[in-house]
């Protein structure tokens, strides 16, 4: 019998550099009963403050091991989850299970199911495409934002850069994950670049990867859309919070033009840290753009 649902090995996970969290998992998240939820979960439980990091599209929380220990050290707990579809999350093979609720509503059950509060919200990519519409509906929990190299998707076009990464998942649905890593990161080393690679050992392990390129927001009518305005709508007028932005200055296309306009979309959102070498995964350039987050918010002097 063909399995719905896959779930990567542990064995996978051996030795990965620069990575010995332990991994914490949910599976009754309502909803989502029978899905495996992975979730990081380092620092203090009574800790006063929160990160959680949300990582995009083809990573997974391997993505924020240089950041976890910084703010860490800073006395906070840090949660780092996997989408489904991703990392040590459990993965439903058939594409069409994935969509944008999919996803927001599960980070809402499992936000909810650790009553995680005084929550900064540490974001990038499909991160922060989900994330950024969280503070809206969650405005007693979540406090603080981090955010790097992503958007708000309203429905119109992301532009060529993303047209051409859009086409070139769909054109290859068993996408090379560490190739791909190794290629848009040079700074990876050849472990680390296949770590990203870890969780998905075959094309059926993939359709989360391949559905977020065609789940992003660039006609009026796709789900999300009504959403991301009100999100829009509270982070220019109603936000309360500090916001802290980084951008890696080699993004092609979540760069500086689209990080600008999202600047000056987050009401009070202070001018950008710029990381000039920085590419897409800004996370790769991490402790640098983690520490700096901590000085700005005076968590460490």
């Given at each position: 019998m063909t399995k719905t649902?896959?779930?990567?090995?542990?064995?996978?996970?051996?030795?990965?550099?620069g990575w010995a969290f332990k991994p914490n998992y949910v599976d009754d998240l309502p909803g989502y009963e029978g899905l495996r939820v992975h979730y990081v979960d380092e620092g203090p439980k009574q800790a006063e403050r929160v990160f959680l990091c949300l990582h995009g599209q083809p990573t997974w929380s391997f993505l924020y091991r240089k950041?976890?220990?910084?703010?860490?050290?800073?006395?906070?707990?840090?949660?780092?989850?996997?989408?489904?579809?991703?990392?040590?999350?459990?993965?439903?093979?058939?594409?069409?299970t994935y969509g944008y609720n999919f996803h927001r509503d599960m980070m809402i059950a499992l936000i909810e199911r650790l009553d995680l509060q005084n929550i900064t919200l540490v974001v990038q990519d499909w991160g922060g495409v989900l994330g950024l519409t969280l503070p809206m509906d969650m405005p007693d929990r979540i406090k603080r934002l981090l955010v790097m190299n992503t958007a708000i998707a309203t429905g119109i076009s992301a532009g060529k850069g993303f047209d051409d990464w859009r086409a070139y998942c769909k054109a290859n649905p068993d996408l090379n994950i560490a190739a791909l890593m190794a290629r848009s990161c040079s700074v990876l080393s050849e472990a680390e670049a296949a770590a990203y690679g870890a969780p998905f050992p075959d094309v059926t392990?993939?359709?989360?990867?391949?559905?977020?390129?065609?789940?992003?927001?660039?006609?009026?009518?796709?789900?999300?859309?009504?959403?991301?305005?009100?999100?829009?709508?509270?982070?220019?007028?109603?936000?309360?919070?500090?916001?802290?932005?980084?951008?890696?200055?080699?993004?092609?296309v979540l760069g500086p033009p689209i990080m600008a306009a999202l600047q000056s979309l987050i009401k009070d959102c202070a001018a950008p840290m710029q990381i000039e070498q920085g590419g897409h995964f800004l996370q790769e350039w991490g402790d640098e753009v983690a520490t700096a987050a901590l000085k700005h918010w005076g968590d460490i002097s």
């Amino acid at each position: 019998m063909t399995k719905t649902v896959l779930r990567t090995p542990d064995d996978a996970f051996a030795d990965l550099p620069g990575w010995a969290f332990k991994p914490n998992y949910v599976d009754d998240l309502p909803g989502y009963e029978g899905l495996r939820v992975h979730y990081v979960d380092e620092g203090p439980k009574q800790a006063e403050r929160v990160f959680l990091c949300l990582h995009g599209q083809p990573t997974w929380s391997f993505l924020y091991r240089k950041m976890i220990p910084v703010f860490t050290a800073s006395g906070a707990r840090v949660i780092a989850p996997d989408w489904l579809g991703f990392g040590r999350s459990d993965k439903p093979v058939a594409d069409q299970t994935y969509g944008y609720n999919f996803h927001r509503d599960m980070m809402i059950a499992l936000i909810e199911r650790l009553d995680l509060q005084n929550i900064t919200l540490v974001v990038q990519d499909w991160g922060g495409v989900l994330g950024l519409t969280l503070p809206m509906d969650m405005p007693d929990r979540i406090k603080r934002l981090l955010v790097m190299n992503t958007a708000i998707a309203t429905g119109i076009s992301a532009g060529k850069g993303f047209d051409d990464w859009r086409a070139y998942c769909k054109a290859n649905p068993d996408l090379n994950i560490a190739a791909l890593m190794a290629r848009s990161c040079s700074v990876l080393s050849e472990a680390e670049a296949a770590a990203y690679g870890a969780p998905f050992p075959d094309v059926t392990y993939k359709a989360g990867v391949r559905r977020f390129p065609e789940m992003v927001m660039t006609e009026p009518g796709m789900e999300g859309v009504d959403l991301s305005k009100r999100a829009a709508g509270f982070l220019s007028r109603d936000w309360q919070g500090d916001c802290f932005m980084a951008i890696g200055m080699q993004d092609p296309v979540l760069g500086p033009p689209i990080m600008a306009a999202l600047q000056s979309l987050i009401k009070d959102c202070a001018a950008p840290m710029q990381i000039e070498q920085g590419g897409h995964f800004l996370q790769e350039w991490g402790d640098e753009v983690a520490t700096a987050a901590l000085k700005h918010w005076g968590d460490i002097s």
